[in-house]
Nanobody, 115 residues
Framework: QVQLVESGGGLVQSGGSLRLSCVAS????????MGWFRQAPGKGRELVAA????????TYADDVKGRFTILRDNDKNTVYLKMNSLKPEDTATYYC????????WGQGTQVTVSS
């Protein structure tokens, strides 16, 4: 069955960095675009970054552009999100998926940025 397992979150100070990982299984990962989504307390889930199936192109939400980088390794069925210059407003649970709700959501990984 489809599984998305996110990891790499934690508590970091403002200005710090984290790298999130998402390991996918149960589908042909290399043929799907992937995205990182986040959900802050009391807010809806939003798309943060997306990458094409071959990794050639990526897009970002305006508020993370220049700070976050999405990458993928199709040999490892893994998508990454490198986050630099973190801000308190980046605090959220982060999820990966092929699209909003396209696959069953994983448990997510919590990112907390202290000011």
């Amino acid at each position: 069955q489809v599984q998305l397992v996110e990891s790499g979150g934690g508590l970091v100070q403002s200005g710090g960095s984290l790298r999130l990982s998402c390991v996918a299984s149960g589908f042909t990962f290399s043929t799907y675009p992937m995205g990182w989504f986040r959900q802050a307390p009391g807010k809806g889930r939003e798309l943060v970054a997306a990458i094409t199936a071959d990794g050639a192109e990526s897009t970002y939400a305006d508020d993370v552009k220049g700070r976050f980088t999405i990458l993928r390794d199709n040999d490892k069925n893994t998508v990454y999100l490198k986050m630099n210059s973190l801000k308190p407003e980046d605090t959220a649970t982060y999820y990966c998926n092929t699209g909003p709700g396209a696959m069953p959501w994983g448990q997510g990984t919590q990112v907390t940025v202290s000011s």
